[in-house]
């Protein structure tokens, strides 16, 4: 197989050359370079059967098969958006995609489904997502209820349970832990707290203490909450006005059942994309022959 990966600009170096590194090294029989208007000496390969670009205009040679792997997941008018139309349906290449969600863009104008595959951005192979899920105990509450064992969907994700969950005696305690097989069985976790990037949580405090530490903050909103306010005697003003309504609502992120929470999780995959990339360009390899 001969590949060239070719960029427009010096930017599209940051996505082509882990693309580069991941085919150097899974597959050493491939012949592969990178040329283009890189700002580096060009690594020519003549007459490759697969050119893959980072720009949906690119002026890339003609090759058997063409992806665009894009150069970032804003469209700035252009990319991903009907400026482009013509080219992103006229054009004779495949479209490697962020996420569902541009996958879903390309549709919309007119793509066809079997040239788009998802694949994350090349750019992130070596880097990871760190999601803490720390709920609280309370019945009405707790993300438990909304979001189960869910939670397990999310690829290295870190569970702490609350005391009373992990040890408690009532039947819905028994019933929470129930649902996480897998957690950590202290009650100190400063130090996962500070590995995190992203951490969900709901009433308890953990979220707002993701968000004074400039993290990312999920907060699942348990559809009961607002009766635990009220047999409190806590009218509506004041509720609206508790820190664990009003912080997330304006520093964080509030999300109402488990398949927000996963949406809100899954914007796009982390890691892995030029694994995908080289798997899709055999695939297409083999169909155009």
């Given at each position: 197989m001969k590949?060239?990966?070719?960029?427009?600009?010096?930017?599209?170096l940051?996505?082509?050359?882990?693309?580069?590194?991941y085919i150097t090294t899974n597959e050493p029989e491939w012949e592969v370079g990178i040329a283009g208007n890189t700002g580096k000496p060009a690594q020519l390969v003549t007459n490759p059967d697969v050119v893959i670009t980072c720009d949906e205009?690119?002026?890339?040679?003609?090759?058997?098969?063409?992806?665009?792997?894009?150069?970032?997941?804003?469209?700035?008018?252009?990319?991903?958006?009907?400026a482009r139309r013509d080219a992103f349906v006229n054009r004779r290449q495949d479209y490697a995609v962020p996420s569902d969600y541009y996958r879903d863009?390309?549709?919309?104008?007119?793509?066809?489904?079997?040239?788009?595959?998802?694949?994350?951005?090349?750019?992130?192979?070596?880097?990871?997502?760190?999601?803490?899920?720390?709920?609280?105990?309370?019945?009405?509450?707790?993300?438990?209820?909304v979001v189960k064992d869910r939670i397990y969907e999310v690829s290295g994700v870190k569970v702490h349970l609350h005391m009373y969950t992990r040890t408690g005696t009532k039947d819905h305690h028994k019933l929470f832990r129930s649902f996480y097989p897998m957690h950590?069985?202290?009650?100190?976790?400063?130090?996962?707290?500070?590995?995190?990037?992203?951490?969900v949580g709901d009433m308890g405090s953990i979220v707002m203490e993701a968000l004074a530490l400039g993290k990312r903050g999920i907060q699942v909103l348990n559809p009961k909450y607002r009766d635990f306010y009220q047999r409190k005697g806590i009218s509506e003003s004041e509720l609206e006005r508790?820190?664990?309504?009003?912080?997330?609502?304006r520093?964080?992120?509030?999300?109402?059942?488990?398949?927000?929470?996963?949406?809100?999780?899954?914007?796009?995959?982390?890691?892995?994309?030029?694994?995908?990339?080289?798997?899709?360009?055999?695939?297409?390899?083999?169909?155009?022959?």
């Amino acid at each position: 197989m001969k590949v060239l990966l070719y960029g427009d600009w010096p930017l599209a170096l940051t996505y082509l050359e882990p693309l580069y590194q991941y085919i150097t090294t899974n597959e050493p029989e491939w012949e592969v370079g990178i040329a283009g208007n890189t700002g580096k000496p060009a690594q020519l390969v003549t007459n490759p059967d697969v050119v893959i670009t980072c720009d949906e205009l690119s002026v890339a040679p003609d090759a058997p098969v063409k992806v665009c792997i894009f150069h970032g997941m804003a469209s700035k008018g252009q990319a991903f958006s009907t400026a482009r139309r013509d080219a992103f349906v006229n054009r004779r290449q495949d479209y490697a995609v962020p996420s569902d969600y541009y996958r879903d863009l390309l549709l919309s104008l007119g793509v066809s489904e079997d040239r788009i595959v998802v694949t994350g951005l090349t750019k992130h192979d070596q880097l990871e997502r760190r999601v803490l899920y720390a709920p609280t105990h309370n019945t009405e509450l707790s993300a438990i209820p909304v979001v189960k064992d869910r939670i397990y969907e999310v690829s290295g994700v870190k569970v702490h349970l609350h005391m009373y969950t992990r040890t408690g005696t009532k039947d819905h305690h028994k019933l929470f832990r129930s649902f996480y097989p897998m957690h950590d069985e202290r009650e100190d976790i400063s130090d996962v707290l500070a590995w995190a990037d992203t951490v969900v949580g709901d009433m308890g405090s953990i979220v707002m203490e993701a968000l004074a530490l400039g993290k990312r903050g999920i907060q699942v909103l348990n559809p009961k909450y607002r009766d635990f306010y009220q047999r409190k005697g806590i009218s509506e003003s004041e509720l609206e006005r508790l820190p664990e309504i009003h912080i997330p609502r304006r520093y964080g992120l509030v999300v109402h059942s488990a398949d927000e929470l996963m949406e809100a999780l899954n914007i796009a995959p982390v890691g892995g994309a030029s694994a995908k990339i080289v798997d899709w360009i055999k695939r297409r390899s083999t169909s155009s022959h």
